[in-house]
């Protein structure tokens, strides 16, 4: 084997749930390309491949060593173009990256709040205290107090969505018929969430979280083997 | 000439405002398909061809008639293949639902807010009458009050539109190195802004701006031909 996909973990190297990482696992998926996962946590990425990158995922591709989701995933519809494609086309490329911004501006934000106490929990302590410094560098607040913000999050959680609730009245999927790397991107995000925190707050009867579920049974289940938080 | 786009305007002709229709005026033009506009007050579309829709844009293509503006930019890619695309592939054309999507849900109704009392003042009696019952009934406020919430929403306007912004960190249009229809969707919500109620509240300096002031200039100025409010 000769493809490996190095990505985040806590202590339990059997629940990865970086966002990142779970969108180039459908990615491959998609490809029909096999793969090994290998979770590391935190601290540990700067050694994967001599230090290849600060940040996983990093795919490598036999001699090939790739970073960053969406680099790897325009890199595996050039390297395989004669498999299903991740994007249809050059206007599906562009326009990924705009459900890519979306996920990050809008979706990311809350997940973070929601979860950052669960993620801080699952963590060994020499990655808890990297999480805690890194965090407050980057958000400007402890842990605890982006947590305490968590609930009303939750609250307004599903009426952020309202742009995929609408496009998904149109089609059953962002990508239209059948998913593309477009939904592979909100559905790493919503799967952040239910690994470390549980499942979104969504309704039942919400055609976002019904969408979210179709992704989590696709290629027999591969983000549905991981049970939810 | 057997092509003709159906619009909205009000008492001033020259001044057709909708955004929908600004979209497909957008789409002809990057197809290189010559049209004449013919804009009509709101309470007149009811008779344009026969009472064929309750809405504009309405296209007359030769014998075909299509409304809806995402049905006539696909109607005009399957019509015309050959001539530029406007979706860069199905799966642009599926990704496009949520540009679309987005423009609804986040960018249109801070737009109604601020324009909602121009666009009333641009009418001629009957239509405003029309105006202030149809938008009570649609959205439960006086136009009045709507108006009154304006305020906050320019000071909010810039924020909501951050995925539009990172994404164009990474490429000149949402289409990528060139337009799609996904940037004439986006650029018809802000034209309605800036016909009705004058440029969108984003600073010079906002790569948002200038990539509606690009749009602007496109097909030898089509949307810079309307002065601003």
Redesign the interface.
């Known amino acids: 084997m000769t493809r490996v996909l190095y990505s985040l973990c806590g202590k339990d190297e059997s629940r990865p749930f970086s966002p990142h990482c779970w969108k180039v696992a459908l990615a491959l998926a998609h490809k029909g390309l096999e793969f090994v996962e290998r979770p590391y946590p935190f601290t540990a990425i700067a050694n994967i491949e001599d230090g290849f990158s600060k940040t996983v995922p990093i795919l490598r591709d036999g001699d090939r060593l790739v970073r960053d989701s969406f680099e790897i995933a325009l890199y595996l519809e050039e390297a395989y173009p004669d498999r299903p ?1 991740l ?16 996920s ?3 979706v990311h934000m809350p997940v973070t709040k929601m979860a950052i106490m669960h993620i801080h929990d699952m963590l060994d302590e020499t990655d808890q205290v990297y999480f805690r410094e890194s965090r407050f560098e980057r958000l400007g607040k402890p842990i605890e107090e982006l947590a305490a913000e968590g609930e009303a999050e939750r609250a307004a959680f599903a009426s952020r969505l ?6 998904l009245h ?2 059953p ?4 018929d059948s998913p ?1 790397f ?1 939904d592979y991107i909100l559905f790493g995000a919503l799967q952040w969430m239910r690994v470390t925190a549980g499942p979104p707050p969504l309704s039942q009867d919400d055609t976002v979280l019904q969408w979210f579920e179709r992704c989590l049974d696709l290629y027999d289940g591969l983000g549905r083997r991981v049970v939810a938080a």
Chains 1, 2 share one sequence.
Not at 162 to 167: A, G, I, K, W
Not at 173 to 176: A, K, P, Q, S
């Open positions: 494609t994007f249809g086309g050059e206007g599906g490329k562009a326009l990924s990256r705009f459900i890519e911004s979306f990050q501006m809008i309202e742009p995929v609730r609408r496009t149109f089609q999927f962002l990508g239209g593309l477009a």
